[in-house]
């Protein structure tokens, strides 16, 4: 993060002072705010209560002026009473001579007072109706005051509440900030209300209207740290006062505070940079609660506080700079001669071992500049033996190591290695040596080799080229063989089908001759009937013969009928047998007919036997031509790869034949590279001159 050691001194000088210094200007900040706090908070609260209780004298004094008058009244109403003008008189005189009074009314209940309204109506002292209604307003000039006429207390809504209110909670009551005309110019007013009580009831109210306008300027003109200001608060959150007549009788605008000051308690708020405390006041005897607002700046409050912490950085300021100069100057003192020193070591880094090192003084720099000085000399040495090595690699001549003997430690492991190094090298070329010898011979046989076994690799690629032409005509043929199979195969198909449908053709015609032959034997056996029947019909025309000869001339009719019946019965025999004959040739042709039906249809299966055997026959020889077929085909793919595979090696021998005469080539010139170096073991050269003595260095440091 920080390249100079002088700016990482200084950054951690300036961090220790910052981290030591900022808690320590918190602390004293926060200590001195939180008391500041305290104090303005008192006088906060010291001002609130000032205004509290400049406003609650003024209601108070009303409030007792009030009450005594009303419970004056009272005296004077349960005692018997006195004239309405009596009580008129009071009421003016309070008017007239109170300064803070704005007006003064007085509203009894009807026949409240002296149940005498009847008398008084219409009249100063009364309404239309004769009620008890006194009012009275100062004038503007100060001088007499001026009646004028109440109305409104007994209206539904709340525009009667300065009447309603106290008499019906008996109590004294303030009422909310109104606005109104007085003297031709609008001011902001409140009015003190108290009851008038006798024998427990409430039997009117007396009043007094306050103007706030005055109250207004006294308040305004408080402003606590110049800056501050006071307002006063009515109980419903509306500014009874404020510079700006515009906000007079307007609500406030902090709902939270307004929520307090209407449920009658305290509130606090620190907000935008300003203190705001909310006090509560009460007029002796009233229910409703007025506040007092102050709000402060504590920008302006806490000002002490910040100038002492302005007292206090500025003081940090001074030390902060002095320290800082005087850590830059000893940092300075100690990062001169480093930032030399690591010149020294970047040159050193870059290669130039024959930097200057000043070495000045005794103190911890200068040791270390010693020790800069002695590693740039050893490293100087180790520079120059390396050159001179190199040198004499790049002459050929391996058989000069440097002397080791000069360095100590770790130079001398380098050193050291960089002999073996030597060693390695002259170690390595001259097994190369030797291998380039055996290279150059096994090139050569190689070459001869390679020429003999590419001109094997070309007769022999003719010679697959005659056997795949062999191949491929073979292949022609067993194709052949295979379609003419097939066909044969198709052919015997077709014959055994045409077999197949004679043989069922001659089952059928044996069923038939069969049903012939018991056809036959059926009409052989009604023949044999029939002539039974003649041979006994002839018999009987026998008998009939004889019978009628008996009878004479009554038989002879008889006779000639019986004639008759024999000639027919000896015509039907004849015929019968010579049926008979024919049906018994009839059923041994037809016996000879199944017998030569079935000979056929033997011969027909044994044809069908056949069939079977030579489809099956044919099926082998197809698929064996196939197959045969399919075999020479790889194997004329074979041949294909093997005249490839040949005439690539035909090829590769070529290749390897130029190969290697090249590689001969390469090994004759690598013998004569190999030729130009000078390996351990070989006789020893003199070094040339300009190349064996050191730079002269400055001695070592020693301390």
Known sequence: MFRSLRTRMLALIIAALIISFVPLLIVVSRTATTMMTAEVRSTVDGEATQSVLLVEAQFDELASIASTIADDIASIRDAGGI??????????????????VLSGWLVWEPNAYDNNDAAYAGKELGDATGRFIDYWVSSDDGLDAKREVLTEYDAPDDRADFYQLPLRSGRIVLME????????????????????????????????????????????????????????????????????????????????????????????????????????????????TWSAQVSVPMQLALQPVTQLRSVIIVAFGLVFLFITLL?????????????????????????????????????????????????????????????????????????????????????????????????????????????????????????????????????????????????????????ENAERAAHATAATNETKAVIGVSTERMDHLMDIVQTIDESSQALANIMHAIEDIAFQTNILALNASVEAAHAGQHGRGFAI????????????????????????????????????????????????????????????????????????KQVNVAIGEIAKVVQNNTATAEECASASSVTAVQAENLQQLIAHYRLMGDAPAALPSGRSGRRNLPPPAHY
């Not at 008129?88 to 001579?97: E, F, N, R, S, Y």
């Not at 409430?202 to 003109?221: H, K, P, Q």
């Not at 096994?442 to 080229?465: D, F």
Request: glycine content about 8%.
């Open 83 to 100: 004239p309405r003008e009596v009580v008129d008189d009071m009421l003016h005189d309070i008017v007239q001579h109170n300064g803070t």
């Open 177 to 288: 900030p109104y606005l109104d005309i007085v003297f031709g110019k609008q001011i902001l007013m409140t009015s003190i209300c108290m009851p008038i009580g006798s024998n427990g009831e409430m039997r009117g109210v007396v009043g007094f209207d306050l103007a706030l306008d005055t109250l207004n300027e006294s308040i305004n003109a408080m402003h606590p740290y110049g800056e501050g200001y006071v307002r006063l608060i009515s109980n419903d959150g509306v500014y009874v006062t404020h510079p700006d007549s515009a906000k007079l009788a307007s609500p406030i605008e902090d709902e939270a505070a307004r929520s307090a000051i209407v449920e009658g308690r305290g509130f606090e708020e620190e907000k935008d940079g300003w203190l705001t405390m909310y006090m509560p006041l009460r007029m002796n005897g009233s229910a409703e």
């Open 327 to 479: 850590v830059l100057y000893v940092a300075t003192s100690i990062t001169r001669p480093v930032r030399g020193l690591a010149h020294v070591a970047n040159e050193l880094s870059s290669g130039n071992t024959s930097v200057d090192v000043q070495v000045k003084g005794k103190d911890e720099v200068a040791q270390l500049a010693g020790a800069f000085l002695n590693v740039r000399n050893t490293v100087d040495g180790i520079v120059q033996d390396a050159q001179q090595l190199s040198s004499n690699i790049a002459e050929g001549r391996l058989d000069t190591p440097a002397d080791e003997s000069a360095y100590k430690g770790g130079y001398r492991n380098i050193v050291s290695g960089l002999n073996a190094t030597v060693t390695s090298v002259s170690e390595l070329i001259g097994a190369i040596r030797t291998s380039s010898n055996e290279v150059a011979s096994s090139s050569q046989q190689i070459a001869n080799g390679s020429q003999e076994l590419a001109q094997g690799a070309t007769e022999q690629a003719g010679a697959i080229e005659e056997i795949s032409a062999t191949i491929s005509e073979i292949a022609r043929k067993t194709e």
């Open 561 to 632: 009928v019986a004639d008759e019946v024999k000639d027919l019965a000896t015509r039907a025999q004849n015929a019968a047998r010579e049926s008979n004959t024919i049906i018994a040739q009839s059923v041994q042709r037809a016996r000879d007919g199944v017998s030569v039906a079935k000979q056929t249809k033997k011969a027909f299966t044994e044809v069908d036997e056949h069939a079977r055997s030579t489809q099956d026959l044919m099926n082998d020889i197809s698929r064996a031509s196939d197959e045969q077929a399919h075999a020479i």
